[in-house]
């Protein structure tokens, strides 16, 4: 069985960065593309950013264009997120996603079947 596993979360202040990981981890991994979420207190969670495996298509947020950077490490099963210039509404538990199904596409968030348990970003004003 595969598990995503996310780490890199933290306190950090306004302006300041961090760097997100989600390690897949069990037998052999195969999807088409990943992708990280996020859901803040009392919100409905949303799509950060989704990465298509086979080309290294990226589909940004528009809140956090510009600010944040998908990445991947095909050698150690490990995709990133690079968070800069965070801001307080970027405040959320942080997950990442993979195995999303054709039907509805890897843009989309109802897509992903396989979630990690999340990490909690705070960022402080």
């Known amino acids: 069985q595969v598990q995503l596993v996310e780490s890199g979360g933290g306190l950090v202040q306004v302006g300041g960065s961090l760097r997100l990981s989600c390690a897949a981890s069990g037998r052999t991994f195969s999807t088409y593309a990943m992708g990280w979420f996020r859901q803040a207190p009392g919100k409905e969670r949303e799509l950060v950013v989704t990465l298509r495996w086979s080309d290294g298509a990226t589909y940004y947020a528009d809140s956090v264009k510009g600010r944040f950077t998908i990445s991947r490490d095909n050698a150690k099963n490990t995709m990133y997120l690079q968070m800069n210039s965070l801001k307080a509404e970027d405040t959320a538990v942080y997950y990442c996603?993979?195995?999303?199904?054709?039907?509805?596409?890897?843009?989309?968030?109802?897509?992903?079947?396989?979630w990690g348990q999340g990490t909690q970003v705070t960022v402080s004003s």
């Open positions: 996603a993979g195995d999303p199904s054709y039907a509805y596409g890897w843009q989309s968030l109802r897509a992903y079947k396989l």
